[in-house]
């Protein structure tokens, strides 16, 4: 049974050896290991963060939405503070 990761890539066993060989010759015994170490930090990294934003998305989707308060009319107590009192203007007496 072939791995379906492979399959979807059309990899075969005998590209994957000869991947790893021109790996081996380009990069030296000595540096695959540590390119690999890091690779699978990498994946493990990435794993994590979609595993935190699925269980985000999961935890949102259960919880109740805020309930809002209902709008509250305007007063004239609600100026600002500092702001003059509205008065009706009315003209000034001529003398």
Do not use: C, Y
Request: net charge positive.
């Amino acid at each position: 049974m072939m791995n379906p990761t492979l399959a979807l890539m059309g990899l075969t066993g005998t590209e994957l050896l000869v991947i790893a060989v021109v790996a081996l010759v380009i990069f030296g015994a000595n540096k695959i290991p540590t390119f690999m170490k890091g690779l699978g930090q990498g994946i493990k990294e990435f794993k994590k963060a979609s595993s935190d934003v699925q269980s985000e998305l999961e935890r949102s989707m259960h919880e109740e939405p805020p309930r809002r308060s209902p709008p509250s009319s305007p007063t004239a107590s609600s100026a600002p503070p500092g702001a003059a009192p509205s008065q009706p203007s009315t003209p000034a007496p001529k003398a």
